[in-house]
Every structure is written in C-alpha cells, then in structure tokens.
C-alpha cells in the first residue's frame, strides 16, 4: 500500500456527508470515528438551528444531515 498523496489529502472529506439523529447532539467535528491522523481541532457545530438542518465543518469539509 502506497501513502497518500497531497491529492488525497484535498480530497478528504470533499464529498463526505454523515448524518446524525437529535441523539448524537450536541454535534462536533471530528466525531468518534474519525480516524487519528485525520482529525482536527474539535469543533462545535450548531446544526440544529440551521435553516437546513445541515453543518459543514469549516476544517475538513464533512457535511452533517440531521434527520429526526
């Protein structure tokens, strides 16, 4: 197995969506399964007072879908 390039690392994260149900909140980034050398500062993400019930995390990109 080959390391990942830069080009992997731009797209970590660029089309990931993850939902989560009102039991997961409060929600943040990077949540429990998010591998160790992935991860970042973490993050609080309001979610549920969005329009959308949608959160993106402004440091790796995931999208977060709250669904009831």
Do not use: F
């Not at 080009?7 to 969506?17: F, G, H, I, S, V």
């Not at 039991?23 to 309001?46: E, G």
Request: glycine residues 2%; hydrophobic residues 30%; charged residues 25%.
């Amino acid at each position: 197995m080959s390391a990942p390039s830069i080009a992997d690392y731009k797209r970590l994260n660029d089309t990931r969506e993850v939902v989560v149900k009102r039991q997961d909140l409060p929600l943040s980034c990077p949540i429990d399964t998010t591998a160790l050398w992935c991860s970042h500062p973490r993050v609080s993400l309001a979610i549920e007072s969005s329009g959308d019930k949608t959160a993106r995390c402004p440091y790796c990109g995931t999208l977060y879908r709250l669904i009831d």
